[in-house]
C-alpha cells in the first residue's frame, strides 16, 4: 500500500491538537509539551491548512473547538492511542525470540484461555503473547493480530477458520438457590428467576423446547451482556442460569454453583481458530494452533 506523503499527518502536530483541545488553551498544550505557545500555534495552523479548515476557534482568552475540530477530536485520539500501543509493543518484544498476538472472546480469556497460557509458555521459552478481548469478527487487515478465538459460524472474510471446539450448556444455581427451591423437572423453573445472556436471548427457550416443552418464562429474567456476568450473577445467587461448562470448571469443582438438572444441550455454533490470509505459516501461530487443539481434546 503506498500512502501519499502529503496526507500522512506527524504525530507531534496530532499531539499538539489534541493537547490543546484537552486544555482549551494553546498556552496550557504549550507547557504539557515542552514548547513555546507559537509552536503550538503554529502546528496548529499548519494542521488547519493541511485540511483545508478550522479547528478551533478564538473566543476571549481561551481556544475552543470548532464543529470540524470537534469531529476530528476522536479520531486523532484513536491515532494517537494505536501509536501509543504499537510502541509499547514493539518495546516489549523487542528481546523476544518470537511474539503472538491472540484475539479472544472476552470470557473464554479470561477464564479458559489465560490459565493455561503457563503451559504453552513453558514449551515455548522467550515467547511473548498479546491477548485481547474481540466480541465480533474485524478486518485483521486494520488489526495485527496473528489469530483469532470465534464463535458462531466458519465464516470470515480474508480468514481460515478451523473447528475447534462445540459448546455444552447447562443449568446451574448457586447451591443455597437450589436448596432454597428443590425441583425434580425442568417445568418447575416456570416461576423461578432465570439470568440471559443478552445477546443469545432465545437460550433457556431453546433449551426448554430440547427438553420437552415451552416455558412462558423463558424470556424472563435480568439480563448481562457477557457471559463473565452471567457467572458471578448466578454465583451470587442471583437467579438459574445457563452456562457452559468449560467456563465455569472452578465453580463447580468449588462448589460455588451445582448443575440443577443434568440435561446438557449442544448450542447450533462452535468454536473456531481464525488464521488471517499470509500467516498460517507462522511458526509460533502453528504451534499455538496445535497447543490449543490439544488442551481442548
Known sequence: MKLSRRLVPDITTLQAFECAARHGSFTQAAAELNLTQSA????????????????????????????????????????????????????????????????????????????????????????????ASRSQPFDFEEQNFDLAIHYGQPVWAHATCSYLCSEIIVPVANPALCEQHPMKEPSELEDKPLLHLATRPKMWAQWFEHNGGEMKSAYRGNRFDQFSMVIEAAAAGLGFALLPRYLIEQELASGHLRVVFDRPMQTENSYYLVVPEGKLENPISQAFRGWITAQVG
Open 40 to 131: 503550538v500555534s503554529r502546528q496548529i495552523k499548519d494542521l488547519e491548512g493541511q485540511i483545508g479548515v478550522l479547528l478551533f476557534e478564538r473566543v476571549r482568552q481561551r481556544v475552543i473547538l470548532s464543529d470540524a475540530g470537534q469531529k476530528f477530536l476522536p479520531e486523532v485520539r484513536r491515532l494517537l492511542t494505536q501509536s501509543e500501543e504499537l510502541m509499547v509493543r514493539a518495546m516489549a518484544s523487542a528481546r523476544s525470540e518470537s511474539t503472538l498476538s491472540v484475539a479472544s472472546l472476552p470470557t473464554f480469556g479470561s477464564r479458559w484461555l489465560t490459565p493455561r497460557l503457563p503451559d504453552f509458555l513453558k514449551r515455548h521459552p522467550g515467547t511473548v503473547i498479546n491477548i
